[in-house]
Nanobody, 127 residues
Framework: HVQLVESGGDSVQAGGSLILSCVAR????????LAWFRQAPGKEREGIAA??????????ESVKGRFIISRVISGNAETTLYLQMSRLKPEDSAMYYC???????????????????WGQGTQVTVS
């Protein structure tokens, strides 16, 4: 089965930067949309960025211009998903989750409307 393992979460000061990583194993990268979600205490989980096999990435409005999503497909059937976060704000504090789903669920530049696989999450705290 598909395995997603995130890393990179940390505590940072407002205005700082952080890079999250997610290694996806046993994933068919050519037909998968990969995304980052986050969930703050007391709030619903929300999609913030997605990248498809083809086409430009998609971003939630509050992170546009500050976050960059990218993916690197390695030769050993692994895909690494990144989230470069800059100009971090306290409201960015949340558990961040890596997600994978069929490309169809990211059509037309939308953030995923369905997620097939989740990572375990990595905590980002901005103070």
């Amino acid at each position: 089965h598909v395995q997603l393992v995130e890393s990179g979460g940390d505590s940072v000061q407002a205005g700082g930067s952080l890079i999250l990583s997610c290694v996806a194993r046993r994933l068919l990268a050519s037909t998968s949309c990969l995304a980052w979600f986050r969930q703050a205490p007391g709030k619903e989980r929300e999609g913030i960025a997605a990248v498809r096999p083809n086409g430009p990435p998609s971003y939630e409005e509050s992170v546009k211009g500050r976050f960059i999503i990218s993916r690197v497909i390695s030769g050993n059937a692994e895909t690494t998903l990144y989230l470069q976060m800059s100009r971090l704000k306290p409201e960015d504090s949340a558990m961040y989750y890596c997600a994978a789903t069929e490309d169809w669920h990211c059509r037309d530049g939308r953030l995923p409307d369905f997620v097939a696989y989740w990572g375990q999450g990595t905590q980002v705290t901005v103070s």
